[in-house]
């Protein structure tokens, strides 16, 4: 059986991840990456995406 609430939850994740990434790169490309904070953040809000996105497949 299909757990809807699981799914909804990883669906506002996704959206919630994709929205974070869009405020991360906003900034101009060489302040990106002066900052070796950004590229790390934007590789873990990947892999949460990836994460979340893995779990939905799973349900079916």
């Not at 302040?31 to 070796?36: E, N």
Request: with cysteine; proline share 3%.
């Amino acid at each position: 059986m299909v757990d809807v609430d699981r799914i909804a939850k990883a669906k506002a994740d996704v959206l919630s991840i994709y929205d974070q990434i869009g405020t991360l790169v906003t900034v101009e490309k060489e302040a990106f990456l002066s900052d070796p904070k950004s590229p790390l953040a934007l590789k873990y809000l990947l892999i949460e995406a990836v994460e979340a996105i893995a779990d939905i497949c799973q349900l079916f």
